[in-house]
């Protein structure tokens, strides 16, 4: 059966879509799965249990340690970390599988996993990739946005604000960077980049 948004004929992409806490790129990767029919979310795994509401398929795809690891062995995941005590990684099948069926994937992914991505050696992965760095125009906007966010303690926010700035150095090693603006204006940016990307002729089939 045809997945709605599918476009036979054409290969999908991968977006690999990066940024710091609070650079708005959990706002973009929504609002492209919520408008545009032809684009899907890559769900991860993870070891953790799951929280209030979470549904195993739809959040994560929630595996026990020993799976996790065997799955990791056998080279199953495109990509995968630790995390405190959790394990969480990207499943290369699901993924091919929907880039094979013309469908555009999101991945909300760190710098580290976007680097495991680009070194990946499977021609299906590295034709599709298409790595996108969402960036706070600088430091005190990064930092309005992050205490914005909650109410911890003033040594976790500095922690977190050092691991964003860190991340934010790598912004040269995409193909794209978005310097996030409002909500709409970051949208706006993030579509005209998938635009293109459906028009790149390797993705065309002969049609």
Not at 8 to 27: D, E, H, M, N, Q
Not at 48 to 66: A, K, T, V, W
Not at 170 to 191: C, N, P, V
């Amino acid at each position: 059966m045809k997945a709605a948004g599918s476009q036979p004929g054409r290969s999908g992409a991968l977006i690999v879509l990066s940024g710091p806490a609070g650079s708005g790129k959990s706002t973009i990767l929504r609002r492209a799965v919520e408008r545009d029919p032809g684009v899907r979310f890559s769900t991860s795994c993870t070891t953790r249990p799951p929280r209030e509401g979470e549904i195993d398929g739809r959040d994560y795809h929630f595996l026990s340690g020993e799976e996790f690891a065997r799955r990791a062995e056998a080279g199953d995941f495109l990509e995968h970390a630790g995390v405190h005590k959790w394990r969480y990684g990207t499943l290369r099948a699901p993924v091919v599988d929907l880039l094979g069926r013309g469908l555009d994937v999101v991945m909300d992914i760190d710098v580290q996993g976007a680097e495991q991505i680009r070194s990946c050696g499977d021609p299906a992965i590295a034709a599709a990739r298409v790595d996108v760095f969402v960036k706070p125009v600088d430091p005190a906007e990064l930092e309005r946005r992050l205490r914005e966010r909650g109410s911890e303690s003033e040594e976790t926010f500095q922690l977190r604000m050092r691991n964003a700035l860190a991340e934010m150095g790598h912004w040269r090693e995409y193909g794209y960077r978005i310097l996030s603006g409002t909500k709409e204006e970051d949208y706006a940016a993030f579509a005209s980049i998938l635009a293109a990307e459906r028009m790149r002729v390797s993705r065309l089939g002969d049609s």
